[in-house]
């Protein structure tokens, strides 16, 4: 079945770049996914990527995808403290099927 | 923008009792629900597909007489816990696909509903 790993913790300064990965292993994969979740709360999309692409920017947000490698990245350019949350990669294909999530990574910024 | 809202944010029941919690699509229609289960500091277990106007499909190893799902119209779908006891205890989200994106199925989720059961 599917997978998707991420790293658990990375603590980043404020105003430094933070970088997230994530690996899958499913090679129909579609598109990816990454989402935020903050304490007790449900998860925003932050961006997704479709797999025929190799990076998508947007404003502080960029998303490298190897897909030989099947290695998703999520840079966080800097990085406030109101970024601190959990983030979640996510892969899924066209239809309405459910995504699979990572462990996702708990990104904790220091002021 | 796509909200989905679920109802009620906590909720603390004795051992069992049966506890219902609803999910919305407020300005979109959703065919289809997912309904997401989340232990402590751990990801997000799909539970079950909620799909409109028919029986949901459940996950391997999620019981389906003890989490009743109902999706009676476009926009409600509704996860009973029936004789709810403490192992219940957890976070549970809902989330539908919302149309975004030409092709991605872009899930749009729910605050998440945490039930405590003493």
Redesign the interface.
Known sequence: GEDVEQSLFLSVREGDSSVINCTYTDSSSTYLYWYKQEPGAGLQLLTYIFSNMDMKQDQRLTVLLNKKDKHLSLRIADTQTGDSAIYFCAEGDTGRRALTFGSGTRLQVQP | GAV?S?HPSRVICKSGTSVKIECRSLDFQA??M?W?RQFPK???M?MA?SNEGSKATYEQGVEKDKFLINHASLTLSTLTVTSAHPEDSSFY?C?A?DGR?A??????????S?LTVL
């Open positions: 989905v679920q065919t289809t997912f997401y751990q990801s997000l799909l597909t989200i989330s696909s994106g092709g991605a199925n872009v899930l749009t989720f729910g605050a998440g945490r």
